[in-house]
């Protein structure tokens, strides 16, 4: 039982965080399109801003535990939809962590030099292709931390969803004390599960940091060992008499 608990565990905050991440990414990267001069799309860009702005600041001011008994037992009673236990957990942890880290993403964008925005759209690009090839690749890097310690949290707060009877690791271990009528062997048992899996994804997320940092060191190549192509040797091999 504890070990099926940390799988419903592990997969409702690996799924919640990847998909959290991809929200957050689209809200963050909206959030920080320039203001139009055309009066039309002004407008439009501040609706969805202040859209975007209730959802994250009603999502981050309010606890997941809430949060879950309101969208599961609200979707029942106000619009007759009786949402899977499985579906309905996964959904609360995406749309919380979407909140989060969407301000991270923002933060990110915030944080890259505007003299790369303005390099960028004097080469010909638009908001679009500036976000996609040279700022977001620079952000995705600059959160990962920031990520990796949302995962975490998620994988601890992810107990919360026992309210609405989500068989993770915390309502597993409340199902054994119910059967053993012992509460401190089970749950003791269930902190060292939580620590091994945030030390394990703590320990797995540092080495991908690593690897996208590169080496350490890098090997110079001394200035008579570079290799140095002359636009006449390009012509030759090209078959061009003109560069």
Known sequence: ????????TLYISI????????????IGTIRTIPLSENPVKRILIKIVNIILTVYVEVFRGTPMIVQA???????????????DKMFAGIFIVSINTGAYTSEIVRGGIISIDRGQFEAAHALGMNHVKTMLYVVL???????LPAMGNEFVINIKDSSVLNVISVSELFFQTSSITGNVFRFFEPFLIACIVYLIMTLTVTRILRFIEKKMDGPENFNVIPG????????EDIAKKTGQTGY
């Not at 690749?137 to 959160?143: D, G």
């Open 224 to 231: 008579n060992q570079m290799q140095v192509t002359r636009p």
């Open 15 to 26: 799924i919640g965080t990847i998909l959290g991440a991809i929200i957050g990414l689209i």
């Open 1 to 8: 039982m504890f070990l099926r608990g940390a799988g419903v």
């Open 69 to 83: 008994m309101v969208i599961y037992y609200g979707s029942l009673m106000l619009f007759n939809i009786n949402m």
């Open 137 to 143: 690749p620079q952000v995705v890097r600059n959160i």
